[in-house]
């Protein structure tokens, strides 16, 4: 009869010098796995950088119309435009299209200003006028712009 010899295996064999883990083991491994834990929100934060460019950008919008304001001369305004007039005497306006706002000069071409509005209202005050905007995610931004 022919003698079978059995090998060992993966599953079967256990080194003689594995014994388990110990309790220094576990405690080191838990405050790794602790401190990988506290770092998470900080990155998250990190990730999520979408509120502070739609208020950059919402921002710089008013930053573009102070500077129409201050450069041209107001001419009149609808409850979602404001028209200026150059001093060039072209007829420059700023006023909602679809979901961007859009700059015009002479009614020809555009220039996009700011993207994702679902809202553009343009209200008189006493010196002036207030500008506000409601983006898609739902942040509100407003501002008043006095005339000399």
Same mark, same amino acid.
């Given at each position: 009869?022919?003698?079978? =010899?059995k090998?060992a295996s $993966? ?7 594995e ?13 790794v ?6 770092f ?15 208020t ?35 007829? =420059? ?20 200003? =700011? ?15 207030? $500008? ?17």
């Amino acid at each position: 009869m022919v003698k079978i =010899i059995k090998k060992a295996s $993966v599953c079967t064999t256990i080194q003689k010098n594995e014994n388990g883990f110990s309790l220094v083991q576990v405690f080191i491994s838990l405050m790794v796995i602790r401190s990988i834990l506290l770092f998470i929100p900080t990155f998250y934060k990190l990730l999520d950088q979408r509120h502070f460019t739609d208020t950059y950008s919402a921002r710089q919008f008013f930053h573009f119309l102070n500077d129409e304001i201050q450069a041209n001369s107001y001419d009149y305004h609808t409850s979602n435009s404001i028209h200026f007039i150059s001093p060039n005497d072209e007829n =420059i306006s700023v006023s909602l299209y679809g979901s961007s706002i859009r700059r015009q000069v002479n009614r020809k071409g555009q220039e996009i200003l =700011i993207r994702d509005i679902t809202n553009f209202t343009v209200k008189p005050t006493k010196t002036g006028i207030q $500008v506000l905007i409601r983006l898609k995610e739902g942040d509100r931004f407003a501002k008043k712009f006095t005339f000399d």
